[in-house]
């Protein structure tokens, strides 16, 4: 079982950056594959980007791609969603999420394990 816990949310004004993080607990974080989704009001959940759990592997959605990057510290059990050149649809709530299978996914339904979501507000 593992335990997410996302900071690092905010306001910021576009053009700005954010670096989110997920703090992990609980057993063979080593193991998962770690995804960071966001949810906008009204909006189902969407993949933002994924990671291995050795880091040598990465997804990125097309809407991110170049502008944000996802890496993880498996010492500290910490994954992080640096943020830059942030644009007003890039508001939602952004979610961390566990996977136990080999296989690196940006399939939701696929991860198995949520934090409670951070607030991230981009202002025009």
């Known amino acids: 079982q593992v335990q997410l816990v996302e900071s690092g949310g905010g306001l910021v004004q576009a053009g700005g950056s954010l670096r989110l993080s997920c703090a992990a607990s609980?057993?063979?974080?080593?193991?998962?594959?770690m995804g960071w989704f966001r949810q906008a009001p009204g909006k189902e959940r969407e993949f933002v980007a994924a990671?291995?759990?050795?880091?040598?592997?990465?997804y990125y959605a097309d809407s991110v791609k170049g502008r944000f990057t996802i890496s993880r510290d498996n010492a500290t059990k910490t994954v992080y969603l640096q943020m830059n050149s942030l644009k007003p649809e890039d508001t939602a709530v952004y979610y961390c999420?566990?996977?136990?299978?080999?296989?690196?996914?940006?399939?939701?339904?696929?991860?198995?394990?949520w934090g409670q979501g951070t607030q991230v507000t981009v202002s025009s």
């Open positions: 990671i291995s759990w050795s880091g040598g592997t990465t």
């Open positions: 609980g057993r063979n974080f080593r193991s998962y594959a």
């Open positions: 999420a566990a996977d136990d299978s080999i296989v690196l996914t940006r399939t939701t339904g696929a991860y198995d394990y």
